[in-house]
């Protein structure tokens, strides 16, 4: 951890018997750093950063100064940074894939003549098992220990794979599953906010070990990893192929960004939950634009934010489009640490640590240099909600009704058709547009937060003791984020009216949100098939796109858990529920919502009483261990991976196949054919799905041919450790629209398909693709703006990639979905304002040429699009390289960033 330490900012701080070594920022704003101590807080840890890491070439004394430059240019000037994070988290749906490129490059570092031990973690990495529970049972005291057991018998593959790379690198953990979602256990129990490293260092001609301080820094392979940014740990989500860079040593390319000040203001109404904030935050700033920015939140309304309240709004940074939603060290943070079970030592260390560096935010503390400022008035906020597809529509709770109706006139094109009421196959209830088939309280967003699931179980409770019942329709699910979620509703007796309505508990673990809801049962989904129905979903969540929480939902919609227990009570999205009651008692008298609803007072004392430090302690003290299920997986021994050329769910992956020692010169894009036209806000979901494989496609006729059938598909999420199966899935997603095949009036059909040219034929996408590499053709993909946002996901670039797409050409890209493509040899472009691929006048038959790929190549760079339409006729259109920073030049002459990597261990 040696720095050249230009700015002479190397310290010590002694805190109760201990001393720690660390960078102050107080002393390099002495030393030349002018007026740092005005920067928002979340760039205090980046300059702590290249302070800390200077060495003279990923980091320099200049890089240090312009980036302290900051408040002169706000972030509108290219600052190109190197930024080292002291950890790296993950879960499994993205860290099996993650895992398997390591020890594919273990193979091929050894075939290219080096050492396998070279390829381990150099940042600490723990991955965290908790994307693969599926709710197949649910409704019942059995439910848990059914899912459970399912879980293993279908993952137990990955899940030895995974035990065998914790035992062959070093630096790597694995927390089993069954302990909660990533993101809830980094906030409770693996964040420190402040970071310690012992190193063995000579000073003075003695080898003597000092122990350094440092702000806890992290990235992670899922969009949520902002979470913990709650707790004033600065981290964001990246795809696998970054975050494998990260863990061998590779710094984060990044520019200076722009910081956005969320000034809080007052406090929040009685009854408006932590939901109901973030909805509102999500739809101002996805309205104002803060893709590519951090956020940074201030104002004296962070006084009246628990940090369950604060994680909670920092957790939906990706749905508002930022890099991160920062809250700084306060007493909260502090009183956070203790409450968890963090050791006293600790919370003395961030304490003292955070006041030395100017990193402590008070009411009197001044506030911040910003480059821009968003205002909230919390006293504005009000019960919400947010859908039916995205998760800034957010909508108040006394417009739902009119709203749904209007999108299903609109939208849904079903006009007048709420009124009509369809059979069910034995049962004795009817179903309709708009009834809540699924009712959800998961993920990590909610789940991290005692205050709205004591909430739920309060008003579980209420309205048990009022008679009112779940619609029979509905299928409840409780999925806490962590085991202390468990034992605090449990203490406090509010476990039994939530199992009482249905919502007993299914898995530890992320669930609808991410598309594990399970099937819905056989009589609802051939209903709502047979009469093509708008069910509806209510979850907790952060993700409502189209096609991922379930096939035959609709309609999702995002609420805080004790409003999904109010709609799984109603069994319909088509209610105002604060004039319209939920149903009647056992005297027939209707009850409202607001005859159940828990006051804050009530919620508060419930909390205080209940949620202990000791359940924490109870909770991780064993984290690292797992059940039974994972102590009795037998794993393969070795530093390499003996591959198995039969397994359908780890395979050695083919990106280092004819690998050479020096890289070769990039070849321009000749005659490409375009592979699919697609508009705006095309996700990461219509590009890989996670959720099930269907038997008709390609990926489920490919897992037939290896003797799987269809009922042991499991997802495409548990098989992402296979490149058959996911470059399969690349755009299979069932409600992806491909321009190419619209009708006459401009309307295209869903569905992962294409048009294969000259010929016309219609072919799946990736049926397509490899008639294309038969025939040697390049491919570009064209879209519109917004392409990739969604969740964190380095299969949506790997699968693009593999099918042989050489560009994707759109008018704006996410951030980590643009990173990603370059991380895998793709190059992401865009259009000048005002072009589109619509005002090209682009059908799919064209073929498009792009030169100047090779040597001469530098970030940003303006490049040309040379088209020939299918009539002979010619076109140009300039387009910006979105290749953004030098290193990510080389990574894209390598051929991706990991190739680049083991060509640099290999020199």
Same mark, same amino acid.
């Given at each position: 951890?040696?720095?050249?330490?230009?700015?002479? @900012?190397?310290?010590?701080?002694?805190?109760?018997?201990?001393?720690?070594?660390?960078?102050?920022?107080?002393?390099?704003?002495?030393?030349?750093?002018?007026?740092?101590?005005?920067?928002?807080?979340?760039?205090?840890?980046? #300059?702590?950063?290249?302070?800390?890491?200077?060495?003279?070439?990923?980091?320099?004394?200049?890089?240090?100064?312009?980036?302290?430059?900051?408040?002169?240019?706000?972030?509108?000037?290219?600052?190109?940074?190197?930024?080292?994070?002291?950890?790296?988290?993950?879960?499994?749906?993205?860290?099996?894939?993650?895992?398997?490129?390591?020890?594919?490059?273990?193979?091929?570092?050894?075939? #290219?003549?080096?050492?396998? %031990?070279?390829?381990?973690?150099?940042?600490?990495?723990?991955?965290?098992?908790?994307?693969?529970?599926?709710?197949?049972?649910?409704?019942?005291?059995?439910?848990?220990?059914?899912?459970?057991?399912?879980?293993?018998?279908?993952?137990?593959?990955?899940?030895?794979?995974?035990?065998?790379?914790?035992?062959?690198?070093?630096?790597?953990?694995?927390?089993?599953?069954?302990?909660?979602?990533?993101?809830?256990?980094?906030?409770?129990?693996?964040?420190?906010?402040?970071?310690?490293?012992?190193?063995?260092?000579?000073?003075?001609?003695?080898?003597?070990?000092?122990?350094?301080?440092?702000?806890?820094?992290?990235?992670?392979?899922?969009?949520?990893?902002?979470?913990?940014?709650?707790?004033?740990?600065?981290? $964001?989500?990246?795809?696998?192929?970054?975050?494998?860079?990260?863990?061998?040593?590779?710094?984060?390319?990044?520019?200076?960004?722009?910081?956005?000040?969320?000034?809080?203001?007052?406090?929040?109404?009685?009854?408006?939950?932590?939901?109901?904030?973030?909805?509102?935050?999500?739809?101002?700033?996805?309205?104002?634009?803060?893709?590519?920015?951090?956020?940074?939140?201030?104002?004296?309304?962070?006084?009246?934010?628990?940090?369950?309240?604060?994680?909670?709004?920092?957790?939906?940074?990706?749905?508002?489009?930022?890099?991160?939603?920062?809250?700084?060290?306060?007493?909260?943070?502090?009183?956070?640490?203790?409450?968890?079970?963090?050791?006293?030592?600790?919370?003395?260390?961030?304490?003292?640590?955070?006041?030395?560096?100017?990193?402590?935010?008070?009411? %009197?503390?001044?506030?911040?240099?910003?480059?821009?400022?968003?205002?909230?008035?919390?006293?504005?906020?009000?019960?919400?909600?947010?859908?039916?597809?995205?998760?800034?529509?957010?909508?108040?709770?006394?417009?739902?009704?009119?709203?749904? #109706?209007?999108?299903?006139?609109?939208?849904?094109?079903?006009?007048?058709?709420?009124?009509?009421?369809?059979?069910?196959?034995? !049962?004795?209830?009817?179903?309709?547009?708009?009834?809540?088939?699924?009712?959800?309280?998961?993920?990590?967003?909610?789940?991290?937060?005692?205050?709205?699931?004591?909430?739920?179980?309060?008003?579980?409770?209420?309205?048990?003791?009022? /008679?009112?019942?779940?619609?029979?329709?509905?299928?409840?699910?409780?999925?806490?984020? *962590?085991?202390?979620? @468990?034992?605090?509703?449990?203490?406090?007796?509010? %476990?039994?009216?939530?199992?009482?309505?249905?919502?007993?508990?299914?898995?530890?673990?992320?669930?609808?949100?991410?598309?594990?809801?399970?099937?819905?049962?056989?009589?609802?989904?051939?209903?709502?098939?047979?009469?093509? #129905?708008?069910?509806?979903?209510?979850?907790?969540?952060?993700?409502?796109?189209?096609?991922?929480?379930?096939?035959?939902?609709?309609?999702?919609?995002?609420?805080?858990?004790?409003?999904?227990?109010?709609?799984?009570?109603?069994?319909?999205?088509?209610?105002?529920?604060?004039?319209?009651?939920?149903?009647?008692?056992?005297?027939?008298?209707? &009850?409202?919502?607001?005859?159940?609803?828990? *006051?804050?007072?009530?919620? !508060?004392?419930?909390?205080?009483?209940?949620?202990?430090?000791?359940?924490?302690?109870?909770?991780? /003290?064993?984290?690292?261990?797992?059940?039974?299920? $994972?102590?009795?997986?037998?794993?393969?021994?070795?530093?390499?991976?003996? $591959?198995?050329?039969?397994?359908?769910?780890?395979?050695?992956?083919?990106?280092?196949?004819?690998?050479?020692? !020096?890289?070769?010169?990039? *070849?321009?894009?000749?005659? @490409?054919?375009?592979?699919?036209?697609?508009?705006?806000?095309?996700?990461?979901?219509?590009?890989?799905?996670?959720?099930?494989?269907?038997?008709?496609?390609?990926?489920?006729? $490919?897992?037939?041919?290896?003797?799987?059938?269809?009922?042991?598909?499991?997802?495409?999420?548990?098989?992402?450790?296979?490149?058959?199966?996911?470059?399969?899935?690349?755009?299979?997603?069932?409600?992806?629209?491909?321009?190419?095949?619209?009708?006459?009036?401009?309307?295209?059909?869903?569905?992962?398909?294409?048009?294969?040219?000259?010929?016309?034929?219609?072919?799946?996408?990736?049926?397509?693709?490899?008639?294309?590499? @038969?025939?040697?053709?390049?491919?570009?993909?064209?879209?519109?703006?917004?392409?990739?946002? =969604?969740?964190?996901?380095?299969?949506?670039?790997?699968?693009?990639?593999?099918?042989?797409?050489?560009?994707?050409?759109? %008018?704006?890209?996410?951030?980590?979905?643009?990173?990603?493509?370059?991380?895998?040899?793709?190059?992401?472009?865009?259009?000048?304002?005002?072009?589109?691929?619509?005002?090209?006048?682009?059908?799919?038959?064209?073929?498009?040429?792009?030169?100047?790929?090779?040597?001469?190549?530098?970030?940003?760079?303006?490049? &040309?699009?040379?088209?020939?339409?299918?009539?002979?006729?010619?076109?140009?259109?300039?387009?910006?390289?979105?290749?953004?920073?030098?290193?990510?030049?080389?990574?894209?002459?390598? =051929?991706?960033?990991?190739?680049?990597?083991?060509?640099?261990?290999?020199?």
């Amino acid at each position: 951890m040696a720095s050249l330490d230009s700015f002479k @900012a190397r310290k010590k701080l002694a805190v109760g018997t201990k001393t720690y070594d660390y960078y102050s920022l107080a002393v390099a704003e002495k030393n030349g750093l002018k007026d740092v101590a005005r920067l928002p807080y979340s760039l205090k840890s980046l #300059l702590e950063n290249l302070l800390r890491n200077e060495d003279g070439r990923a980091v320099t004394k200049e890089t240090i100064q312009a980036f302290a430059g900051w408040l002169t240019h706000k972030g509108k000037t290219e600052v190109e940074i190197a930024f080292r994070p002291a950890r790296v988290l993950m879960q499994d749906f993205t860290g099996v894939p993650a895992v398997v490129d390591l020890a594919a490059m273990r193979d091929a570092f050894v075939a #290219l003549g080096g050492d396998p %031990q070279k390829i381990n973690p150099l940042a600490p990495v723990d991955l965290v098992i908790d994307h693969s529970v599926i709710v197949d049972q649910f409704g019942t005291a059995r439910a848990l220990k059914a899912n459970v057991a399912l879980e293993y018998e279908r993952n137990g593959e990955r899940y030895r794979f995974l035990k065998w790379g914790q035992e062959a690198f070093d630096n790597f953990r694995v927390v089993p599953p069954g302990a909660g979602i990533c993101h809830q256990v980094n906030l409770e129990y693996l964040a420190q906010t402040v970071w310690t490293k012992k190193e063995r260092v000579k000073h003075k001609g003695k080898t003597e070990t000092i122990e350094w301080a440092y702000p806890d820094t992290l990235v992670g392979t899922d969009s949520h990893t902002t979470m913990v940014n709650g707790l004033a740990v600065l981290g $964001w989500g990246v795809g696998g192929i970054e975050a494998e860079a990260a863990m061998l040593g590779q710094p984060q390319t990044m520019l200076a960004p722009e910081v956005v000040g969320f000034k809080l203001e007052n406090e929040p109404r009685e009854g408006v939950t932590a939901t109901d904030i973030v909805l509102t935050v999500t739809q101002i700033l996805r309205k104002k634009g803060v893709v590519g920015k951090f956020v940074e939140f201030f104002g004296d309304g962070l006084a009246h934010l628990s940090l369950a309240d604060r994680a909670t709004i920092a957790n939906m940074a990706p749905e508002y489009g930022a890099t991160c939603g920062f809250f700084p060290v306060d007493e909260v943070t502090l009183a956070y640490l203790k409450a968890s079970g963090r050791s006293a030592a600790r919370v003395a260390l961030v304490e003292a640590y955070a006041k030395a560096q100017g990193m402590f935010r008070t009411a %009197q503390a001044p506030e911040p240099e910003f480059t821009d400022v968003v205002t909230l008035d919390l006293s504005s906020v009000v019960p919400s909600l947010a859908g039916p597809k995205r998760p800034e529509g957010r909508v108040a709770l006394e417009d739902m009704k009119s709203t749904f #109706l209007s999108a299903l006139e609109g939208e849904y094109r079903k006009p007048g058709g709420v009124e009509a009421r369809h059979a069910v196959e034995d !049962e004795a209830f009817t179903l309709g547009h708009g009834d809540v088939v699924i009712a959800a309280i998961t993920s990590c967003t909610n789940t991290s937060n005692p205050g709205v699931l004591v909430g739920a179980g309060l008003l579980a409770r209420n309205a048990v003791a009022r /008679g009112l019942k779940v619609k029979p329709w509905v299928k409840t699910s409780l999925a806490p984020g *962590s085991q202390v979620v @468990a034992a605090y509703l449990e203490k406090a007796g509010l %476990q039994k009216p939530l199992d009482k309505l249905g919502f007993n508990l299914v898995g530890f673990g992320c669930t609808t949100c991410i598309g594990n809801s399970g099937p819905l049962p056989a009589p609802v989904s051939k209903t709502i098939q047979a009469h093509d #129905l708008v069910a509806a979903s209510v979850l907790s969540g952060n993700r409502n796109f189209e096609g991922r929480v379930n096939a035959d939902v609709q309609a999702n919609y995002l609420a805080s858990p004790p409003l999904v227990v109010a709609f799984a009570l109603a069994g319909t999205v088509a209610i105002d529920l604060s004039s319209e009651p939920l149903g009647s008692d056992k005297k027939g008298k209707p &009850v409202y919502l607001r005859d159940i609803w828990p *006051s804050n007072a009530e919620i !508060e004392e419930v909390i205080a009483k209940n949620v202990t430090r000791g359940m924490f302690r109870d909770a991780y /003290g064993e984290v690292f261990d797992g059940d039974s299920h $994972w102590k009795k997986l037998k794993t393969p021994k070795g530093e390499t991976y003996g $591959w198995d050329a039969q397994s359908t769910y780890v395979r050695n992956p083919p990106y280092f196949t004819g690998l050479t020692k !020096e890289p070769k010169s990039v *070849s321009d894009i000749l005659e @490409a054919r375009i592979l699919a036209l697609f508009g705006d806000k095309i996700t990461t979901d219509h590009i890989s799905p996670a959720g099930s494989i269907k038997a008709a496609s390609p990926a489920g006729k $490919w897992l037939q041919s290896q003797g799987v059938e269809p009922k042991d598909f499991n997802q495409y999420g548990t098989r992402r450790g296979n490149h058959e199966v996911m470059m399969r899935g690349a755009f299979a997603n069932i409600r992806i629209k491909n321009f190419m095949l619209s009708d006459a009036a401009g309307n295209a059909p869903e569905g992962g398909n294409t048009k294969h040219f000259p010929d016309g034929e219609t072919l799946s996408i990736y049926d397509a693709a490899m008639k294309y590499k @038969a025939e040697g053709a390049p491919l570009v993909i064209f879209a519109g703006a917004e392409y990739g946002n =969604g969740s964190s996901r380095d299969w949506a670039a790997k699968g693009t990639a593999l099918l042989g797409v050489r560009a994707v050409i759109a %008018q704006s890209f996410e951030r980590i979905h643009r990173s990603n493509l370059v991380g895998m040899g793709v190059l992401p472009l865009t259009f000048e304002p005002g072009t589109t691929w619509q005002s090209l006048g682009l059908s799919g038959a064209e073929q498009v040429t792009i030169e100047g790929l090779g040597a001469s190549l530098t970030p940003r760079q303006i490049l &040309v699009a040379k088209i020939v339409y299918a009539d002979g006729k010619r076109r140009e259109a300039p387009l910006l390289a979105r290749i953004d920073t030098l290193d990510e030049l080389e990574y894209f002459r390598n =051929g991706g960033i990991l190739p680049y990597v083991l060509r640099s261990l290999l020199s």
